[in-house]
């Protein structure tokens, strides 16, 4: 099965970095198409960021454009999100999600157990 399991979430004043990793398997890391979503307290799931396959076709939802970069660390297998100037806002469970191609929406094929972030202002 695919197994995903994200870390690096933590409590950070706003303005502050986290970065995020996700491990995968070899094959998870090469074959899929890979994200990050996140969900805030109250609200729903929402899509943060996207990198395919071959660590191009990278998409972010408005809000964090040109504050969050997504990346894979091929030495390592994991899928990174480096967060940074955070905001409150930002406060959320993200998960790491895995699919086989886009689009990259509706039942994904895995997700990892999510890992907690917390900014405070």
């Known amino acids: 099965q695919v197994q995903l399991v994200e870390s690096g979430g933590g409590l950070v004043q706003a303005g502050g970095s986290l970065r995020l990793s996700c491990a995968a398997s070899?094959?998870?890391?090469?074959?899929?198409?890979l994200g990050w979503f996140r969900q805030a307290p109250g609200k729903e799931r929402e899509f943060v960021a996207s990198?395919?396959?071959?660590?191009?076709?990278?998409f972010y939802t408005e809000s964090v454009k040109g504050r969050f970069t997504i990346s894979k660390n091929y030495a390592k297998n994991t899928l990174d999100l480096q967060m940074n100037s955070l905001r409150p806002e930002d406060t959320a469970v993200y998960y790491c999600?895995?699919?086989?191609?886009?689009?990259?929406?509706?039942?994904?094929?895995?997700w990892g157990q999510g890992t907690l972030v917390t900014v405070s202002s």
């Open positions: 999600a895995a699919h086989r191609d886009y689009p990259m929406k509706g039942v994904l094929d895995a």
């Open positions: 070899e094959r998870t890391f090469s074959s899929y198409v």
């Open positions: 990198i395919g396959k071959l660590g191009g076709n990278i």
